[in-house]
């Protein structure tokens, strides 16, 4: 995770990351569900055909954290290995997908719309977070006040 940190993959706050028994097995689900991305963008790029993608599986850091998530993954190898452009997240969820927002807050190739409950855990994502610098304007956020019961 340090080479992929230093590399730019992903984003680490430098809180360090938990290892556990607890948390060994989603980590190997987390690492299929990236590698299982990275080879749709393969094979999609090479048919032209389109597949619907893995669900998310997520690093945990301790209770409820997100390191590494596979969408963030497959989006930073589609850029850097086939040159891709204009890649499109869309993240529909309870919870705001805040590790996929700050890895690519500032970058203007990755377009993120994120829908999540106002005021979910983790706190982010605010209507007005659109990106900075280059990648300013290329994020919305559509934060819900309605709870599901």
């Known amino acids: 995770m340090d080479q992929a940190s230093q590399q ?3 984003f ?3 809180s360090g990351v938990w290892t556990n028994i607890f948390y060994f097995n989603r980590r190997l689900e987390s690492l299929a569900a990236a590698g299982a991305g990275i080879t749709e ?6 048919s032209r055909n389109r597949l619907d993608p893995p669900d998310i599986i997520l690093f945990q850091r301790g209770l409820r954290g997100c390191v590494l998530g596979n969408v963030a993954i497959v989006a930073r190898y589609a850029q850097r290995s ?7 997240i869309i993240d529909f969820d309870a919870h705001h997908g805040n590790g996929t927002n ?10 993120i719309i994120s829908t999540h409950q106002d005021g979910s855990y983790p706190g982010t994502g605010k209507v ?3 990106g900075h610098g280059d990648g300013e304007g290329i994020e919305i956020k559509f ?3 309605w709870r599901v019961r």
């Open 8 to 10: 730019g993959i992903i």
């Open 12 to 14: 680490i706050d430098g």
């Open 41 to 46: 963008v393969i094979f999609v790029l090479a």
């Open 82 to 88: 086939h040159g891709l452009k204009g890649v499109f």
């Open 102 to 111: 700050d890895a690519y807050y500032d970058d203007p190739d990755i377009f």
């Open 128 to 130: 007005d977070e659109v």
């Open 143 to 145: 934060a819900y006040t």
